[in-house]
């Protein structure tokens, strides 16, 4: 991970060197000029058939790698598009237009399996048997998630390509950081609380301490169900539910997820694609653009205001405003970077103290509402190769469903939560090796190209 970083700075570091000294580039040694060779090749046979993914025996081993992919990524509930467009775009030698397409529809269908298990099969007894969605983080967060993504895809259209590589290392090497420190610090509580319940024999797999260590483990469970009775929701509202599901808050969410996919379709895209006839980049697409603000404030306002509820910051618990604050910034970030804001938004909702399974199952959720509406903006703007993407997906919900299996499995057994914390930590630092790694790499093509650098017009 700091590896990736450190080279990205140090590409960075000897383009704007060489802006000052012309002379010193023409003694660059020429392994990275091999590397963007190899990289030019690859750029071309895929813009050749960009519109046509074939069947290969590289597209065969991009989708076993996204596989596997998508089952880390589940384990922490986020897309995983951090992985997947590198991946296909490395070794299934696609175009970026073509990779992120793909990415949408691969997200969404891991997105899928998690709400799947998460609405309908698991539920927590260390949560007195609750579903581990927490609608009421989602309901605050996703209307500015989702007017944080519209800004910062344009800013990712003005933004030169090293300042955008050079936010992400930034950042995601930040974020990875504290979440590492954070799983450790979640790992050192789970064994001074297994020690204390006298878990030893359990860990280390001690077959005489075997059965008094389960007794224990359902004594604490007894416990943490007990404690948790006396938690309020964030939201305090009294809702018939049937199968633990919240018909009323999942409506909402639903009705925020058609307004902005309405507006979407109205507005179009910078090519003037849209449902209606409309001037590209005109003034009817700024307008619907800017409509987003007001919608995203007023979905927001109303559901803190809808009901008096309790004070959030009682006993440690986070205000209510920091939600929608943590999700536009995370919106926005994952605008400019290309990725999904899951990856973004979990590291901070386990930063002010959200449980990690509540922040997996939650993330995952929040996930579901932007990458289906990304997938079914690309198929109504005229997407090709959808069998291909649907193939895709199909592999991911199945990858997602044998990860999410195997963690809850693991944290039921072991009793650590903090594995869920580790595999969000492991899919960030994959993403800055890889993203941050050749995105350095075309920093270097387009300065030795000549190619302009500075800040563009969005259209």
């Not at 299934?92 to 997105?111: C, E, Y």
């Not at 799947?116 to 989602?138: E, H, M, V």
């Amino acid at each position: 991970m700091n590896h990736a970083s450190l080279s990205c700075f140090l590409l960075i570091f000897i383009v704007a060197f060489n802006s000052i000294n012309p002379s010193s580039a023409k003694s660059q040694t020429s392994s990275v000029e091999k590397i963007l060779e190899w990289r030019n090749s690859n750029d071309d046979n895929g813009s050749q058939e960009h519109a046509k993914v074939p069947l290969s025996g590289h597209m065969l081993l991009a989708s076993l790698l996204c596989f596997v992919a998508s089952s880390i990524s589940s384990a922490g509930g986020i897309g995983g598009g951090g992985l997947f467009i590198p991946i296909l775009t490395i070794v299934a030698s696609l175009d970026l237009k073509t990779a992120s397409s793909l990415s949408a529809f691969m997200v969404t269908g891991g997105s899928i399996a998690n709400v799947f298990c998460n609405l309908l099969c698991t539920t927590s007894t260390r949560f007195g048997g609750k579903s581990l969605i927490d609608y009421d983080i989602a309901l605050l967060s996703e209307p500015c998630m989702l007017l944080g993504v519209s800004i910062g895809v344009i800013c990712n259209l003005v933004f030169p390509e090293w300042l955008i590589t050079l936010l992400f290392a930034i950042f995601l090497t930040w974020s990875t950081s504290k979440t590492c420190i954070n799983g450790v610090l979640f790992w050192k509580a789970e064994s001074e609380e297994i020690s204390k319940k006298g878990f030893e024999g359990v860990e280390n797999g001690d077959n005489a301490a075997d059965e008094e260590g389960q007794r224990l483990v359902q004594e604490n469970k007894q416990e943490n169900e007990e404690g948790l009775k006396s938690l309020e929701p964030l939201l305090a509202a009294e809702e018939n539910r049937k199968f633990g599901i919240p018909w009323l808050k999942l409506g909402v969410l639903l009705l925020v997820w058609f307004c902005f996919f309405f507006l979407y379709l109205l507005r179009g895209n910078k090519y003037g694609q849209s449902i209606i006839p409309m001037e590209a980049c005109g003034v009817g697409y700024w307008i619907l653009s800017s409509v987003q603000v007001p919608l995203a404030i007023g979905f927001t306002a109303w559901i803190v205001l809808r009901k008096e509820g309790p004070c959030l910051s009682r006993s440690g618990q986070p205000n209510k405003m920091i939600f929608p604050v943590m999700a536009l910034l995370a919106g926005m970030l994952g605008g400019v970077f290309g990725i999904g804001g899951g990856m973004l938004i979990s590291p901070l909702l386990i930063q002010v103290g959200v449980p990690p399974e509540v922040t997996a199952a939650t993330c995952s959720f929040m996930v579901f509402f932007s990458s289906t509406m990304s997938a079914l903006q690309y198929v109504m703007l005229g997407m090709e190769h959808i069998e291909t993407a649907v193939t895709l997906a199909i592999i991911c919900f199945i990858a997602s469903l044998l990860g999410l299996l195997v963690v809850h499995r693991a944290i039921k057994k072991y009793g650590r939560p903090s594995l869920i914390v580790f595999s969000v930590s492991l899919v960030m630092a994959l993403s800055i090796v890889l993203m941050t790694s050749f995105g350095a790499m075309d920093i270097w093509k387009d300065y030795k190209s000549g190619k302009y650098m500075g800040f563009k017009h969005p259209c």
